[in-house]
């Protein structure tokens, strides 16, 4: 049976630290296998237009729930990677790995809001070169208790301390994104690909295909492969004809985990947040609900 996962909301006008507990332990103790947590850190107009109100940081959040959880993993959906300095993913990485008994994992991205990049400061051209340098640095101070000579944006590293190195060498990785670079990206130092919401009949026809070229390209081995799907449960079938992953009845949405699974999918992380837009409140109890029918339709 695939495991799933929840990608809780970690903005809105109601959302508080208590509400994010509510959800980590609603998510442990109902047996769900992690929960991941959205990146902004400028959140602009573009962005709060599907993100509203007030935006909790992942990394900071993640360190808080690693205490008030014992067998959850935490994940973030994705990390932001131009947006921070690259030492300081690897550190605080490191000992979120660490504090959290190896329950934590870096799912990264390479971004998108060109507002946000340049409330930043960023140029949002060179993201995904920024991401990809970002990354070496990332996984080499992981691995090395001390960085010289190395370069990355406009970073000079050189007799640089990074311990403490997290057990292993490293912090798992999810890398997300559907494009191209993304998924080379994913082949190089993913341990599992992290597409959103990404269309069905490109994920498994071109998605997982391109990502299978890429690893042999490379000579490494086919990361894992652990996507996101947006939660939309109907009480009556919807036609099949574009319809994503994750909206329809039950059965539907039950079919399509199976299909997910059957591709590979070691994780399902299930994404309840209502769409860009929509204006009725958010209902958690119905969410969890929603969340809990789904768990049992796959038991």
């Known amino acids: 049976m695939t495991d799933l996962a929840i990608n809780i909301p970690n903005f809105g006008h109601d959302t508080t630290s208590g509400t994010l507990l509510a959800w980590a332990r609603f998510a442990e103790s109902n047996g769900f296998h992690a929960v991941t947590i959205s990146d902004h850190v400028a959140p602009t107009p573009d962005v709060t237009r599907a993100y509203p109100g007030s935006f909790y940081d992942p990394l900071t959040l993640i360190a808080w729930l690693a205490g008030q959880t014992r067998t959850l993993r935490l994940a973030t959906s994705v990390l932001i990677v131009p947006y921070r300095h690259p030492l300081l993913v690897a550190r605080i990485s490191a000992m979120l790995h ?13 971004g998108w809001s060109r507002a946000e990049f340049a409330a930043l400061g960023i140029d949002v051209a060179q993201r995904g070169r920024l991401t990809d340098e970002y990354l070496d640095v990332i996984v080499a101070a992981w691995r090395q208790p001390r960085l010289t000579g190395l370069r990355a944006g406009s970073f000079e590293i050189d007799d640089v301390s990074t311990e403490p190195l997290p057990a292993g060498g490293s912090v798992p990785m999810w890398v997300g ?4 670079a993304a ?11 992290h597409p959103l919401n990404a269309a069905r009949g490109w994920l498994l026809e071109r998605g997982l295909p391109q990502l299978q070229g890429e690893s042999e390209r490379l000579g490494v081995p ?3 492969f652990v996507p996101r799907i947006s939660l939309r449960l109907s009480p009556h079938p919807v036609p099949d004809a574009d319809r994503p992953y994750g909206t329809g009845d039950v059965a539907q949405i039950a079919a399509d985990i199976g299909t997910l699974g059957d591709a590979g999918a070691e994780l399902v992380v299930l994404d309840p947040n209502l769409p860009a837009g929509h204006p009725a409140p958010r209902d958690t109890g119905r969410e969890m609900d929603e969340l809990l029918t789904v768990q049992a339709a796959i038991s």
């Open 98 to 110: 660490e504090a959290g008994g190896g329950r934590f994992v870096l799912g990264v991205g390479a």
């Open 177 to 180: 994104g559907s494009s191209p």
């Open 222 to 224: 086919v990361p894992g």
């Open 183 to 193: 998924l080379r990206r994913a082949a190089r130092y993913g341990a599992a690909w």
